[in-house]
């Protein structure tokens, strides 16, 4: 079953029991408290709280999400990825435990041709709190759960809350046994005793008690709310990855076909690496592999979301996973453009769930194009300067170590990242004094602001910029604005300012203005005569 599918079933069968179906919401979040959309919860965290109340009683809904805490352990586990899709239904003061676990279990082991997801029940391992015998009773009287498949756990390892006093309330969550093929047995009162054999699909979350202070999960539970509240989530690739019977999430539909974009590119084989770390090479280009696959699917719906490259925020994140993907390749052997086939690959796997990706595919592969572009000539550069850093610090005495000031060249000079820094420098056994690196940054910032106090209460020479408004012919009023043209190296931009006019930056130019009829042009069609800023630089 396609991941699509499963995606669209979900839907069908909230919508039939009477939810509010909802959209996904962008992965620019809707919480100014955080950078993307982290959870299918999200966009209903008013009303799961209290803050406002639910337009519905119910809802459900197929959300985009993007965390890149853990973006280490991509490629190196079956269920870290970047992007992922959590499926999710939610109720405000509607149903409750009894509702949600039926809805739970009918969904997951109801028949394919009913439109459900037809897994085996006897496959299923539920956790609950020790002390939720609600729950417990509903799986085993109701639903005739074997009581033995049903694990009680203390509250440091089943209760959910917000980290501080608010809603809280017991989790249930739902495991499905892949088979000895993939882990030990679980005894015990274990379901995770190993390996990769039982699967979390889908947790549910009771908000039953109001919590109160303390930390951890060392807090008092008050009472019970007045109002309670239902919010779940399954992992649409987890899912896709039982239904699919792939060993991980890279073998999906959805992900696959950039692993074999790369496979192609780069005549490596994916696969050979299943042994683990002891398969040497061959599991370092599997882990490379799947880092392409998913750092190109999150870069591409990150692009369509509107994130675009930048140095700080989300455009940072975007652009660390475009240069990670680009270096897997490079390190893959592919040293030529990549993401003009990567990232269609990636495209034409996810259009069938999201349409406004081929609606929107121009605007999203300029971007993704030119961001490679110009990593690749950074990566060039830097790489042979980052080199010989790490040969100058394996040869000192000591711990192997790159300096601070190597580091801060690197990232002043070349514009390499300092992640980048310790990422390839870590490949090669080699420490970077990341302290030394983050003084050097503080004290650059320090004198850019003291130079811009500076600039506040100076004063501004500006026969420069008369003189090139002679050789232009004069001024007019402006009218509207113009992307430079890229003649000769140059690149300007002109914007309105209501202070004195300050000529920023004018730096080795080649030819006279009036080599440059095209840049007359656009300084004669903006028709700015008004105070502005001239930015201009090679």
């Not at 992965?27 to 999200?42: D, H, Q, R």
């Not at 892949?178 to 039982?198: F, H, L, S, W």
């Not at 989530?233 to 999906?252: C, H, S, T, W």
Request: with cysteine; net charge negative.
């Amino acid at each position: 079953m396609r991941t699509s599918e499963i995606r669209q079933r979900w839907l069908d069968y909230f919508a039939s029991q009477g939810h509010e179906i909802r959209p996904s919401v962008s992965l620019v979040s809707p919480e100014p408290s955080i950078l993307f959309t982290i959870a299918g919860m999200v966009p209903f965290i008013p009303y799961i709280t209290g803050v406002e109340p639910a337009p519905w009683p119910r809802a459900a809904s197929v959300q985009k999400c993007i965390r890149t805490n853990d973006i280490d352990n991509v490629g190196r586990t079956t269920r870290h990825g970047t992007f992922f899709q959590m499926n999710g239904n939610f109720s405000f003061g509607d149903y409750f435990k009894e509702g949600a676990i039926h809805y739970a279990w009918d969904l997951l082991t109801g028949s394919q041709s009913e439109g459900k997801y037809g897994l085996d029940g006897d496959r299923m391992w539920v956790t609950i709190w020790e002390k939720d015998d609600e729950a417990f009773d509903v799986l085993t009287k109701e639903v005739g759960m074997d009581p033995r498949h049903i694990v009680r756990l203390p509250r440091e390892e089943n209760f959910w809350d917000t980290g501080q006093p608010g809603p809280a309330g017991p989790c249930c969550e739902w495991h499905y046994d892949r088979g000895a093929a993939y882990g030990p047995e679980a005894v015990g009162g274990n379901v995770d005793p190993g390996g990769d054999r039982y699967l979390e699909l889908w947790n549910l979350v009771f908000d039953q008690y109001m919590r109160g202070e303390g930390s951890g999960k060392d807090y008092p539970l008050l009472g019970e709310l007045d109002q309670k509240a239902i919010d779940t989530g399954a992992g649409l690739e987890r899912l896709a990855f039982v239904m699919q019977d792939k060993p991980n999430m890279y073998e999906i539909d959805e992900v696959y076909p950039v692993i074999a974009a790369a496979e192609e590119m780069s005549g490596k084989q994916y696969g050979l690496g299943a042994a683990g770390p002891e398969a040497g090479a061959a599991y370092d280009d599997d882990v490379r592999l799947r880092v392409v696959a998913d750092h190109v699917r999150s870069s591409l719906m990150l692009i369509g979301d509107g994130v675009r490259p930048g140095n700080d925020g989300r455009g940072y994140v975007l652009r660390r996973l475009i240069r990670r993907a680009v270096r897997s390749m490079r390190l893959l052997g592919v040293d030529t453009a990549t993401m003009p086939t990567l990232l269609t690959a990636s495209k034409d796997a996810m259009k069938a769930s999201y349409p406004e990706l081929e609606e929107n595919w121009g605007t999203i592969s300029e971007v993704a194009y030119a961001e490679e572009d110009a990593f690749r000539r950074t990566l060039t550069a830097g790489t042979t300067i980052l080199d010989a850093a790490v040969e100058k610090a394996k040869v000192a005495p000591g711990a192997p170590m790159i300096s601070g000031e190597a580091a801060f060249s690197l990232h002043d000079t070349y514009g390499f990242p300092i992640d980048l820094t310790l990422e390839m420098a870590s490949e090669q056994g080699v420490h970077v004094d990341e302290a030394a690196f983050r003084a050097l940054m503080e004290e650059q910032k320090e004198r850019a602001r003291a130079d811009a106090r500076a600039k506040k209460t100076g004063h501004t020479d500006v026969r420069i910029f008369h003189d090139i408004e002679k050789e232009l012919g004069g001024g007019s009023t402006f009218v509207a604005t113009q992307r430079a043209p890229r003649t000769h190296k140059w690149q300007a931009c002109w914007s309105m300012a209501f202070q004195p006019l300050r000529l920023v930056r004018l730096l080795k130019l080649k030819s006279s203005w009036t080599e440059l009829p095209s840049m007359r042009r656009w300084v004669v069609s903006s028709q700015i005569t008004a105070p502005f800023d001239l930015l201009m630089a090679v």
